[in-house]
Nanobody, 127 residues
């Protein structure tokens, strides 16, 4: 079965960096677009960044694009989110997701194309 396992979250201070990893198994990884979402308690899950199957196309939410970078390693079936200059408002549970994304557009990134989800990893940024 498909598994997405996130790691790398934790408690850090304002200005610190974290690198989240998501290890995928049970799917042909290089066929899937990947994304990172985040969710605070009681709020809607929101996309943070996405990357196409080849890594050739990337999207990062405007509010974090100068601090967060998404990447992937198809040989390792892994996707990463490098988060720099972390702020308290970045505190959330971060999830990775996989979907068969044919057209890498805002419509599909923000749509319901994401089929598989990880269990999430908590990121807490103290002030």
């Amino acid at each position: 079965q498909v598994q997405l396992v996130e790691s790398g979250g934790g408690l850090v201070q304002t200005g610190d960096s974290l690198r989240l990893s998501c290890a995928a198994s049970g799917l042909t990884f290089n066929r899937y677009g990947m994304a990172w979402f985040r969710q605070a308690p009681g709020k809607k899950r929101d996309v943070v960044a996405a990357i196409s199957w080849s890594g050739g196309n990337k999207y990062t939410k405007d509010s974090v694009k100068d601090r967060f970078t998404v990447s992937r390693d198809n040989a390792k079936s892994a996707v990463y989110l490098q988060m720099n200059s972390l702020k308290p408002e970045d505190t959330d549970v971060y999830y990775c997701a996989a979907g068969l994304i044919r057209d890498f557009t805002l419509e599909t990134i923000y749509g319901n194309q994401w089929t598989y989800w990880g269990q999430g990893t908590q990121v807490t940024v103290s002030s």
